[in-house]
């Protein structure tokens, strides 16, 4: 880790800001990478029950709204909403690469969704969302397998939907996860 000398306190969290998120003068910069080799099976990037991964989502918002950034804001509301719908649910910080700083990933009996920030919107991915009921259309990006909630700057969420959605996402983690434990007997 590097470590800012002179300054004040505030130049510090931001230059601690700037390295760990790759943010440097509008441009890129990417100090940790994570290494793979071709065909290797990808495996879990962090522990769940590690805090780092929460730390990790905690710096990037609190970050963002240093900056005066909605996107710091929305992240940090939906984060709730999905802790309220699942006090169990665990984080992880995973895929850091040299193109990306990393991405948080919320878990629950498998992957429930990630949560994105762009220039235009925070993304909510979710895993399994094309198996997932949506009544109230909240996914704006439809897919076959996953499907995504696009927040934009302003906008509100039907909080009882979304929380029906994380909800939703954990029973059909679990329910695979029990089909396939019953298959491996």
Not at 8 to 33: A, C, H, T
């Amino acid at each position: 880790m590097l470590e800012v000398i002179a300054g004040s306190d505030d130049e510090k969290m931001k230059f601690l800001f700037i390295v760990v998120w790759g943010i440097r003068d509008n441009q890129r910069v990417y100090p940790l990478q994570a290494k793979r080799r071709i065909g290797e099976i990808m495996k879990p990037t962090s522990d769940p029950d590690n805090e780092a991964a929460s730390a990790n989502i905690t710096r990037l918002i609190q970050g963002l709204q240093e900056l005066g950034d909605w996107r710091g804001e929305t992240l940090a509301y939906v984060r709730q909403l999905i802790h309220d719908a699942d006090p169990d649910i665990q984080e992880e910080w995973k895929w850091v690469k040299e193109s990306s700083p990393g991405t948080p990933v919320w878990y629950h009996d498998g992957g429930v969704c990630t949560g994105e920030t762009y220039k235009q919107a925070v993304k909510l991915t979710f895993f399994r969302g094309a198996s997932l009921e949506d009544p109230e259309k909240l996914f704006t990006q439809p897919g076959t397998v996953r499907r995504a909630i696009d927040l934009h700057e302003g906008e509100k969420i039907n909080e009882a939907a979304f929380k029906q959605l994380i909800r939703a996402a954990v029973e059909a983690n679990s329910a695979a996860r029990t089909q396939q434990a019953a298959k491996k007997k």
